[in-house]
């Protein structure tokens, strides 16, 4: 093939793929589907923020699946380098909830009950995330409504699976630390912490991870927020307790012992 029919074949003159295409754009644009009729104009709002939000917990879970693996294998500078993307993604998340505060009660209300009993705690990919980060938690799923034999196989997958806590952990001991219990482990990381200059890829991982575990804060944070803003105490729509439930889930942290670290330096 001549360098003039491999150029036509790469561009456009090859029409061989294009950007609709390759994104499968159409069959994008046919999933929001919205219940309301007449159309409530805020429902393909509240649809597109929520798909998106799964694109990302896609990406995310993909990201630090990778992160975990390259922990285990020793190749630290591409788990510093996820997790940076992942900082980068989840800032997105954290700021995507400006948009969705754009839309006002009244508008919510005029969709609101169509959703029952649908709710955001069913996002089977967000549970995921928090198994993945080591907040596992096998009650949730006797707490599932309407979860289907794949998504129960994924979260038990994650319950059995190491989390991303496991892979600093094994990164802790390749560098001679001892983490054979919390107080142990804490004093690994004082020494850590107290040596950043030995131990500079441990520490860089442990900041990594921490800006992990408070983006997630912020993002639950900014949550509540906006559904008291949108619902006050009302009831979730899927029987929860609303925003009383989503504020008793502030506290949690990932990765406890990182945090209790500051406090002995």
């Keep these: 093939m001549t360098d003039s029919a491999k150029a036509r074949n790469f561009g456009e003159d090859g029409a061989r793929l294009t950007y609709g295409s390759y994104l499968r754009v159409e ?4 999933q ?17 923020i929520h798909q998106v939000y799964e694109l990302w917990f896609k990406q995310l879970l993909h990201e630090l699946e990778s992160a975990r693996e390259a922990m285990f294998s020793g190749r630290l ?14 800032h997105v998340l954290i700021e995507q909830v400006n948009v969705l505060e754009t839309m006002t ?11 029952a009993p649908a709710s955001g705690f069913q996002s089977v990919q967000f549970r995921e995330l928090e198994f993945l980060s080591g907040a596992k938690d096998p009650k949730f799923l006797e707490r599932f409504r309407g979860l289907t034999p794949a998504e129960e196989a994924r979260l038990r997958k994650r319950l059995e ?8 952990l094994a990164v ?3 560098h001679g630390l001892a983490t054979s219990d919390d107080q142990e482990t804490l004093r690994s990381l004082l020494t850590v912490a107290r040596n950043r200059q030995r131990f500079d890829q441990v520490w860089e991982l442990a900041e990594g991870l921490v800006d992990h575990d408070e983006n997630m804060a912020l993002w639950r944070a900014r949550h509540v927020a906006m ?19 989503l504020r008793g889930r502030l506290g949690l942290h ?5 945090w209790e670290l500051r406090s002995w330096l």
């Design 105 to 115: 009660p009244q508008d919510f209300l005029e969709f609101r009950a169509l959703l």
């Design 161 to 168: 699976e190491p989390t991303l806590w496991d892979g600093f």
């Design 77 to 90: 500078w591409w788990a510093r380098h996820l997790l940076r993307r992942v900082d980068a993604i989840e």
């Design 254 to 258: 990932f990765y406890p012992l990182l």
């Design 27 to 30: 069959q994008l644009l046919q």
């Design 32 to 48: 929001q589907v919205l219940r309301s009729d007449p159309p409530a104009h805020d429902e393909l709002l509240f649809i597109t």
């Design 227 to 245: 559904v008291e803003r949108q619902i006050g105490t009302k009831s979730g729509t899927g029987g929860s307790s609303g925003a009383p439930y």
């Design 172 to 174: 802790m001991r390749s």
